[in-house]
C-alpha cells in the first residue's frame, strides 16, 4: 500500500474518530450554568403542552430566544426520552453540520481551482473546524450560538459556492440554498441571523471593489420571501397569538436594548472579542495569526478562485467580530460563527506548508509555545479555583504537553502536524470528560442535592432559594421551584421569610442555602429542620414549620 493511501486513511479515522467524539459523554455532566437548565425546560414544557409556539418557563411566556434549538431538543426528548445526553444532542449534532457545510464548501473550492494547489484543503478545513475548541466546546452545551453557527455557515457556504458556479441554473439554485439557511438563522438566533451573512456579503463585495450583477440583485427579489418565508413558520404563529408583548420582549428587550445598553450585564472592553479568539481557535491560533499577516500579499497573488475564497473568508472572520465589539452586551459564544471562516484561513495555510509551496516552520513552533503555555495556565488556575484538581489538570495537559514540546523541538513534526494537534486535542477532551466530573457537578449544579432530598421522601416539597438563585433548579425541580410574579425564581433575603414560607405550606419546604449561610436556617425557632445534604457551594435544607 502506498504511503499516501495510508496517510489518507489514517486521516479519515482521525476524522470520524473526531466526528464520533461530538457523541460521546453529552450526559457526563449535569446541565450547567444558568442558559442549559433553562433552554432544556422550556423545550421540555413545550414538548408537555404539544406547542411548538410559544416557549415557556414555568408556565410563563419566554421570549429570549427564537425556537429553532427548543424544536430540535423537542424531537430529541420525544425520540430518546428526557436527559442531559438529549439536551445536549441538538448542539452536537448542529457541530457537526456545521463541519459538514465546511467540508462541502471546501470540496467544492477545490474542485473550482485551476490546478491541484488546493488538494486536501476540504479534508484539513474540515478537520480544522472539527478539532477547534470553540466548536468543540459549544457543541457539547445546549447553545443557541452553535445552532447559529450551523445556520450561518450553510448559509454562506450556498452563497460563496454560488461565486464559484458558472452555470447559471446551479447558481439560483444554491442562491436558493442561501437564502433558505437565513431564514433557518432567523429561527437560529433572531434578527443577527440576517444581519450577519447580509453584513459579510457586503463587505466582501466592497473589499473586491466589485459590484453585485444583476442577478444578484434580482435573487433578492424572490430570495428574500424564501428566508421570511422559512422563519414566518414561527414567527407569523407568535406574533399571531402574542402580538405587543412578543415584539417588546423578543425585539425591542433582547435585540436592541441588548446591543445598545448596558441592561443585561456583559460589559466589555471593546477589544473583547480579540482576546476571546485565542482560545477559540485552539490549537489553530498561531496559524490563523499567520495567514492574518500574509493575508495582503496573498491576495495580491492569487488566483480568481483563491481570491474570492480568501477574501470571503477574511471578511467572515473580521465582521462578526467588528459588529460584535460595539455591543453593550458581550459573551463569547457571539463570535462563534466566525470559526468556520477562521478553519478556512487556517485549512490553506496547512495544506500549502504541508505540501511544501511555503515554509512556516515557526507557526509550528509557536503553535507549541501557545499550547505550553495553555497548560501552565490551566495547572495554576486549577491550583487557585479548586474546580478541577490540579492532579486531573495535569492529565488533561499532558497530551497538549507533549504536542507542545514535539512541535518545538521536533522538526519532523511538520509533516504529521494536523494529525497531532487534532489527536491532542481529542485526547485532552477525552480525559476531561472522564477525570473529577463529580467536583464539577457539586460545584456548579444543584441535581445531586435534588436528586438526594426526593430520595429521602421531598420528591413534592416546593423549593425556594435563600440568597442566591441556582438555575440548574429550574430544570432539575421543574414544577416545585417557587417563582415570583415577574416570573423569576423566588429568592429569599433573609431566614425570616423561610419561616413564612414554611408556615403557609402547610408541609415540608425545601431550601437551598449557600453553605456559609446554613446556620440561618438552622437556627430558626419553632420549626423542624433536617440537612439533608451538603455539596461544595450549597445545601438543600428540609423545613417544616410546627
Known amino acids: 500500500m502506498q504511503p499516501s493511501t495510508l496517510a489518507k486513511r ?5 476524522f470520524l474518530a473526531t466526528l464520533v467524539f461530538y457523541f460521546y459523554g453529552l450526559g457526563r455532566l449535569p446541565l450547567l450554568g444558568a442558559d442549559e437548565p433553562r433552554y432544556a425546560e422550556v423545550a421540555r414544557e413545550m414538548l408537555e403542552r404539544r406547542d411548538l409556539i410559544t416557549p415557556t418557563l414555568a408556565g410563563h411566556p419566554w421570549f429570549e430566544k427564537p425556537v429553532l434549538l427548543y424544536w430540535m431538543m423537542m424531537a430529541n426528548f420525544h425520540l430518546f426520552g428526557i436527559s442531559e445526553w438529549t439536551a445536549r444532542l441538538s448542539s452536537a449534532i448542529s457541530g457537526l453540520l456545521t463541519v459538514a457545510a465546511v467540508y462541502w464548501l471546501a470540496k467544492r473550492v477545490e474542485a473550482a481551482a485551476a490546478d491541484a494547489s488546493l488538494s486536501g484543503f476540504a479534508c484539513a478545513s474540515a478537520l480544522i473546524t472539527a478539532s477547534s475548541a470553540g466548536i468543540l466546546g459549544f457543541s457539547r452545551g445546549t447553545s443557541f450560538d452553535i445552532a447559529l453557527t450551523m445556520t450561518i ?19 439560483q439554485l444554491l442562491l436558493a440554498g442561501f437564502y433558505f439557511f437565513v431564514g433557518l438563522s432567523l429561527l437560529a438566533k433572531g434578527l443577527v441571523g440576517i444581519v450577519i451573512p447580509f453584513s459579510i456579503i457586503g463587505v466582501y463585495f466592497m473589499v473586491r471593489r466589485e459590484f453585485p450583477g444583476t442577478g444578484r440583485f434580482l435573487s433578492l427579489i424572490w430570495g428574500l420571501p424564501l428566508a421570511f418565508g422559512v422563519a414566518a413558520i414561527w414567527y407569523g404563529p407568535v ?21 445598545v445598553t448596558g441592561k443585561y450585564h456583559h460589559p466589555q472592553r471593546l477589544y473583547f472579542y480579540v482576546l476571546v479568539l485565542i482560545p477559540l481557535t485552539l490549537p489553530w491560533t498561531a496559524f490563523l495569526v499567520d495567514g492574518l499577516i500574509r493575508g495582503r500579499s496573498w491576495l495580491r497573488r492569487s488566483n480568481p478562485v483563491e481570491q474570492k475564497v480568501r477574501v470571503f473568508a477574511l471578511v467572515w472572520l473580521i465582521v462578526p467580530i467588528v459588529f460584535f465589539s460595539f455591543s453593550q452586551s458581550k459573551l463569547p459564544g457571539y463570535i462563534l460563527p466566525v470559526l468556520p471562516g477562521a478553519a478556512l484561513i487556517v485549512g490553506e495555510r496547512l495544506i500549502r506548508f504541508a505540501s511544501g509551496q511555503e515554509k512556516g516552520t515557526w507557526v509550528i513552533r509557536a503553535t507549541g509555545v501557545v499550547l505550553l503555555i495553555f497548560v501552565m495556565y490551566g495547572v495554576i488556575y486549577a491550583k487557585r479555583s479548586g474546580i478541577v484538581s490540579v492532579r486531573c489538570m495535569m492529565a488533561i495537559g499532558a497530551p497538549l504537553l507533549l504536542a507542545g514540546l ?32 463529580t467536583r464539577i457537578s457539586q460545584r456548579e449544579s444543584a441535581r445531586d442535592l435534588i436528586d438526594l432530598a426526593n430520595s429521602r421522601g421531598y420528591a413534592s416539597a416546593p423549593l425556594y432559594s435563600l440568597h442566591d438563585i441556582d438555575r440548574t433548579a429550574e430544570f432539575y425541580a421543574a414544577g416545585r421551584l417557587a417563582y415570583g410574579p415577574d416570573g ?26 449557600p453553605k456559609e449561610a446554613m446556620q440561618q436556617v438552622t ?22 414549620a410546627w
Open 10 to 14: 489514517g486521516y479519515l479515522l482521525l
Open 153 to 171: 455557515t450553510w448559509a454562506l457556504a450556498f452563497f460563496l459556492v454560488s461565486e464559484l458556479e458558472t452555470n447559471d441554473r446551479q447558481r
Open 239 to 259: 406574533l399571531d397569538r402574542h402580538g405587543w408583548p412578543f415584539i417588546d420582549n423578543f425585539f425591542i428587550q433582547h435585540h436592541f436594548a441588548r446591543y
Open 406 to 437: 514535539g512541535s518545538i523541538f521536533w522538526a519532523r513534526i511538520s509533516k504529521y502536524f494536523l494529525a497531532v494537534m487534532a489527536s491532542a486535542t481529542l485526547a485532552a477532551l477525552l480525559i476531561a470528560l472522564n477525570c473529577d466530573l
Open 488 to 513: 423569576e425564581p423566588l429568592k429569599f433575603e433573609g431566614a425570616a421569610q423561610v419561616l413564612a414560607a414554611a408556615r403557609a405550606s402547610g408541609g415540608p419546604i425545601l431550601v437551598l442555602v
Open 523 to 544: 437556627d430558626l425557632k419553632n420549626v423542624q429542620t433536617e440537612v439533608i445534604g451538603v455539596n461544595r457551594r450549597s445545601a438543600i435544607i428540609a423545613v417544616r
